[in-house]
């Protein structure tokens, strides 16, 4: 009997072509746009997706692979785990109001009918896994009572139908849900029963509308798991195989490892594995798993931008798809890379032969297939151009430098001059900063009038020195406001910046960019990660000349700002011809030079923002500390050649570092701020613990929220903080960058930032 091969996608980008999913929901917050034509525009995307992936010759289309916002909250909506300060007893669990309150908090103004929650914060929010896209945490509270009260899944499989197109729907399993869970005061695993009970009723749903399978996404089994994790794991498709449709069970971000066994024993119809992520996995899951199981294999990445080497995978695969029906996928969801490479017609032809966004990926898969069921020679001319294009990227010029491997290869100081106790002498007379000093981590609000002026600069519009006055004049407003409003250690705003990361990779050798090569981080937030495909250094100051514009013009000191190699690293598309430590310290030196410019100005304060340092950490601890120990070092690279009077600091925000705080401490920053304010300083404690010895700015500020905290509010968060750490550690700042806020939230919510610390440095003068 003949086997087949079939090509699969497990999720594909929700935003659309041209970002349009942002574009609508930002006009529905802002009011300029219905429900109803947001769901219009929503509805738009979904039937575009699934054309677009069936004409690209996929046989498995995913649905319920779009989101409004975040899937883990779709799946906790969808569940009624919704915690009672959103009114979640009373409130209709479809409500837009309530679901957006729950991902950006609500600033107390009601729908017109009053149904809107008050004022309330959002919900926590961390990263996916090892992944810059962000989730909204589930919250158990004690008395949780979950109800099915919300069908957006099996609604937009019977959309998909309607429309012609039948589809596999995906479901967030249930153990990653569970895992992903924050109970308060309560174990998220207590609901287990009341979880799978809601998922059976589902899945008997989707089996009376017709679908023959369903996706159902377990990227825990990725990671490290305990005793009552796999005994829920059995427990749970003991009683979910039978319910319904035959499950795909889907496994991504890396190896089954020790899981295997477990997961080969779970009655489901398939199997799918991350063949990018751990390669060498394929024999021992062949072995294991029954011949009856239909295998799915992601064997294109899913995470990155580069060519797939498909004449090798024919190599690999063809002995296994004589044997078996197989299934050929990316490693997980489309979802992290860019649409469509053919929207990139100002990228440099050669670098643009190398990549593959998700429709190429597609099409990658689609050539494979015929590959395997009709022969190579019947797509010898495609295999030839595929080889021709790896063949270029390998013998290119432009990816290695001799002279960034000569200088990585010498020594390099990575320990500051003297401990931080004595630092922080020097620096207290060098900055003369008051207690519970106050500042902002970086960026100002790019406002509409700053993105226009960019674009009509890049366009040709606006030349260089109008674009240079009107930067300047920006920076200057930002200042005088600073000064204004209290702050004690300002910032310049970071008005001609495009992006964290995009700023300084235009400006090194090794980085190319798109023009819309858009990805999800969160919500309405996209971003456009530089595509890292050769070696790295710095050719010129990148940052010096609008840092001393700034100071000069105040006699406050200002913050040099910079973003530190690993978060450089994690947030670029990384080439994938050497190992990740090696290109992250060549983004090292390069950053390593600007510190030591900045210094030689002047510059007395300079934060290296390590935002994505924990994002990085392997999903299994045994490939901790590797990771840890050259993350740690670059970082130090990076920032150990200043003197004790300079003080570095760094910035880190919305993801978990309780397990890793002694790396944390070993990167000697004078200064950290963290996000704290959507955990309520839970995330002190742990600092406490540790007994960090540096200074620490939590977080008193949600930026990611629309709602404005009164003074009260912060002080109460810091007085939490005083109960984990030492007053003298304290420093007064917002969660994170306020770039993506409006300035009528941000001037109010820093003047009571700034009022907070003074009310505090007003009642430790009278405990004194």
Same mark, same amino acid.
């Given at each position: ?42 509805? @738009? ?47 209709? *669990? ?9 991902? +950006?908090?609500?600033?107390? !103004? ?156 779970? *009655? ?56 078996? @029906? ?37 099409? &990658? ?11 190579? &020679?019947?797509? /010898?001319?495609?295999?030839?151009? /595929? ?36 630092? /922080? ?8 900063? *008051?207690?519970?000093? #106050?500042? #902002? ?72 960019? #798109? ?19 050769? $070696? ?6 990148? !940052? ?7 100071? $000069?013009? #105040? ?19 990384? +080439?994938?011809?050497?190992?990740? @430590? ?126 404005? *905290? ?59």
């Amino acid at each position: 009997m003949k086997m087949t091969v079939t090509v699969a996608t497990l999720g594909f980008p929700r935003i659309g072509l041209r970002r349009e999913l942002k574009f609508a929901l930002e006009k529905f917050w802002a009011g300029t746009m219905t429900r109803t034509e947001l769901e219009k525009a929503a509805a @738009d995307l979904r039937r575009a997706n699934w054309a677009r992936q069936n004409e690209l010759g996929a046989d498995w289309l995913p649905s319920n692979d779009f989101s409004l916002y975040d899937h883990v909250l779709d799946t906790s909506v969808m569940l009624g785990a919704i915690p009672a300060r959103y009114d979640g007893e009373r409130m209709d *669990p479809a409500d837009l109001e309530t679901y957006f309150a729950m991902a +950006r908090g609500a600033a107390g !103004t009601g729908d017109c009918c009053g149904n809107a929650p008050a004022s309330v914060t959002a919900g926590e929010m961390t990263k996916w896994f090892d992944t810059n896209y962000h989730f909204i945490v589930p919250e158990i509270e004690p008395g949780c009572t979950l109800r099915l009260g919300h069908f957006k899944p099996l609604e937009e499989y019977r959309e998909a139908r309607a429309q012609g197109f039948e589809t596999r729907p995906v479901l967030l399993g249930p153990i990653t849900w569970l895992s992903l869970a924050k109970g308060r005061g309560v174990d998220p695993f207590d609901l287990l029963d009341d979880v799978l009970g809601h998922y059976a009723t589902l899945l008997r749903l989707f089996a009376q509308a017709g679908a023959a399978w369903v996706q159902i996404d377990e990227p825990i089994l990725a990671t490290d798991l305990s005793e009552r994790q796999r005994r829920a794991f059995t427990r749970a498709y003991a009683k979910l195989a039978g319910a319904g449709p035959k499950l795909m069970l889907t496994t991504y971000f890396g190896g089954l490892g020790d899981n295997l066994g477990l997961t080969a024993s779970l *009655p489901v119809a398939g199997l799918h594995i991350d063949l990018v992520r751990a390669p060498d996995q394929l024999g021992a899951v062949v072995e294991a798993v029954p011949e009856d199981r239909l295998l799915s294999l992601g064997v294109v990445d899913g995470r990155n931008v580069w060519r797939t080497d498909i004449a090798s995978l024919i190599d690999r695969l063809a002995p296994l798809a004589a044997e078996r @029906d197989l299934v050929l996928a990316p490693s997980c969801s489309l979802l992290h890379v860019p649409v469509d490479l053919a929207l990139e017609t100002r990228l440099d032809e050669e670098v643009r032969q190398w990549l593959a966004f998700a429709v190429q990926k597609i099409e &990658e898969l689609d050539l494979l297939k015929r590959a395997l069921n009709h022969g190579r &020679e019947m797509v /010898a001319d495609e295999l030839e151009a /595929a080889e021709k294009a790896l063949a270029s990227r390998r013998l290119s010029a432009r990816i290695h430098d001799p002279a960034v491997d000569a200088r990585v290869a010498e020594p390099a100081m990575r320990e500051r001059g003297a401990s931080y106790v004595e630092r /922080a002498r020097v620096q207290a007379d060098v900055l003369a900063l *008051p207690a519970f000093p #106050t500042t #902002t981590i970086g960026s100002f609000p790019q406002t509409r009038e700053v993105r226009k002026a960019r674009a009509e600069y890049k366009r040709g519009v606006m030349d260089e020195a109008a674009y240079g006055a009107f930067l300047r004049a920006e920076t200057e407003r930002a200042i005088r406001w600073q000064e204004e409003v209290g702050l004690d250690l300002l910032v310049h705003g970071e008005f001609e910046r495009n992006d964290m990361v995009q700023y300084f990779g235009e400006k090194l050798a090794g980085f190319a960019f #798109t023009v819309s090569g858009w990805v999800q981080s969160y919500g309405s937030r996209c971003v456009r990660p530089p595509i890292l495909y050769g $070696d790295v250094s710095r050719s010129a100051p990148m !940052t010096v000349d609008w840092w001393r514009y700034a100071q $000069d013009l #105040t006699d406050k000191p200002v913050k040099g700002m910079l973003t530190g190699p690993v978060t450089i690293l994690n947030w670029s598309f990384v +080439r994938d011809d050497q190992p990740r @430590d090696e290109t992250c310290r060549q983004i090292a030196l390069a950053i390593r030079d600007e510190v030591l410019d900045l210094e030689g100005a002047g510059c007395k304060a300079i934060q290296i923002d390590e935002a994505a340092l924990r994002e990085g950490l392997p999903l299994r601890r045994r490939d901790w500390q590797s990771y840890l120990d050259w993350a740690v070092d670059c970082f130090r690279l990076a920032a150990a050649g200043v003197g004790n009077g300079t003080q570095i600091h760094t910035h880190m925000c919305y993801s978990e570092f309780n397990d890793i705080l002694p790396s944390i401490g070993k990167m000697d920053a004078d200064v950290i701020s963290i996000e704290t304010a959507r955990s309520q300083m839970e995330l002190l404690e742990a600092f406490a613990q540790y007994r960090y010895p540096g200074a620490i700015g939590p977080g008193v500020y949600d930026i990611h929220s629309a709602r404005v *905290p009164d003074e009260d509010e912060m002080v109460a968060l810091m007085r939490l903080a005083q109960t984990h750490l030492r007053p003298e550690q304290l420093w007064v700042n917002p969660d994170c960058g306020l770039k993506t806020r409006a300035w009528k939230e941000v001037k109010p919510a820093i003047a009571s930032m700034v009022g907070a610390a003074r009310k505090l440095r007003s009642k430790a003068q009278v405990g004194a």
